[in-house]
């Protein structure tokens, strides 16, 4: 063996250690996301996330994450600039999970009604647990209606925690069983979804009400996923935290990280916004 063949071997050797140490733990910088290949997602696409008061950090960054991995243009919004300037050149509103009560208090009627004026208008909504909980008419908190207004982008009542899915205030691994596989947010879904349950909503439409459900939480067989149509646009509302991912650090997040989802749920996720753009 010469010279050259000993420094062949001991670059081999430090590539070899490279990859087993890896990055170790740390989270995947933001710069260094894989992208998905899909050409109907680009960074035409403009999505806002609501990050103002209440919002719960850990899904806020997830989903920008997701979004970033769609290749979409990803900008954070707070309650001052939808009551001044609306959502005007954005094509996705998405509300993360926290506290819908404090949504309600921040937003004013006036950005309330630029929230639904966009939606009307060909905007997509998309709400994850405390975001799904502000889409309705009417939120039940642990059996009390909160006093409190949400936007009304469809008929019918967010109603939770439901301690039958995950006793409050644990959060832990839910099955979300696909009941509508003819719809494209989950024709290509297997059964069922496994999801992060961390005191979300079921989701029950009201009388008259064009949503369709999409999922049911397994075992007491309710609501958990929506498609709604909203004039000229479109809402997809989920109870769970499919952004969140327990087995991987992609989404900048260590949380529930001792749970296993069983598989990523961001293929749901961009399925939706696919249907959201009028794919």
């Known amino acids: 063996m010469d010279l ?17 140490i890896g990055t170790g733990g740390k989270e995947t910088p933001i710069n260094e996301i894989e992208h998905v290949d899909e050409e109907d997602l680009t960074v035409e696409t403009r999505v806002a996330i609501y990050s103002g008061q209440g919002t719960w950090n850990e899904s806020v960054v997830a989903l920008e994450r997701l979004f970033l991995w769609m290749n979409l243009t990803v900008e954070l919004v707070d309650a001052p600039q939808i009551n001044g300037e609306g959502l005007e050149g954005f094509d996705i509103f998405c509300v993360p999970g926290g506290d819908m009560y404090q949504y309600s208090r921040d937003i004013s009627p006036e950005g309330k009604e630029k929230i639904k004026e966009f939606v009307l208008g060909g905007g ?28 009304g982008l469809y008929r019918g009542t967010a109603t939770g925690p439901d301690d039958r899915v995950v006793p409050y205030p644990g959060y832990n691994m839910c099955d979300v069983e696909i009941t509508s596989q003819r719809h494209p947010i989950t024709a290509n879904l297997s059964q069922p979804c496994v999801m992060l349950y961390y005191w979300g909503p079921v989701l029950v439409p009201g009388e008259g009400s064009c949503a369709e459900i999409l999922g049911v939480y397994g075992g007491i067989k309710l609501p958990a996923m929506l498609a709604v149509p909203c004039g000229s646009g479109r809402v997809f509302l989920v109870g769970c935290h499919p952004e969140i991912e327990e087995d991987s650090l992609r989404d900048g997040s260590t949380f529930a990280e001792e749970l296993d989802d069983q598989g990523s749920d961001w293929e749901l996720l961009q399925s939706a916004v696919l249907w959201l753009e009028g794919h």
């Open 4 to 20: 050259r063949d000993d420094v062949i071997l001991i670059i081999l050797a430090a590539l070899l250690v490279f990859l087993l």
């Open 124 to 151: 997509g909504y998309l709400g994850v647990c405390g975001g799904a909980y502000f889409a309705g008419e009417r939120v039940v908190w642990r059996g009390d209606i909160l006093p409190m207004t949400p936007l």
